[in-house]
C-alpha cells in the first residue's frame, strides 16, 4: 500500500473506527504524524499533521481525478489523499489516510515506545501531561 500509492476500501481497514486516543505514525519510517479525529469517512481521517515537516503534500492526477496526494517525509510512504472537506472549525482539510500506511501508538503506550513527548497532545486543560 505504501509503495505502491493503494487505496483501502472505506469501512474495511483496520483504523477506521478507532477512537481511542494515541498518535499514528508511519508504518515505514516510524515518524509521527497523526492524532486523530472522527470523520464517518470510513478510513481514519485528521485536521492535521503533528509536525508539518514529516508531510509532503504532491498533486495526484490518477483515476480522473485531481487530488492531494500525501505522503510521509522520511519515509516516503504513500500515506492517502487531502481533502477540502474537514471541519471549518479546524481549517477545513481533511486527511484521508490508509489504515495500512499507518501504526498507531495508544495513549497508555506512548512513553515505552519512544513517543513520550507526544502525550501532551491529548492532556486535558487544567492537567499536566
Known sequence: MT???GTERPFAN???DNK???LYVD???GEPLF???DSGSGWPSFVKPI???NIVENRDMSHGMVRTEVRSTHGDSHL???FPDGPREAGGLRYCINSASLRFIPLDDLASEGYGEFRRLFAREG???
Open 3 to 5: 509503495q505502491t500509492d
Open 14 to 16: 483496520a483504523y477506521w
Open 20 to 22: 481511542e486516543p494515541g
Open 27 to 29: 508504518v515505514v519510517s
Open 35 to 37: 492524532a486523530p479525529f
Open 51 to 53: 509536525d508539518a515537516g
Open 80 to 82: 492517502g489523499h487531502l
Open 127 to 129: 492537567e499536566g501531561a
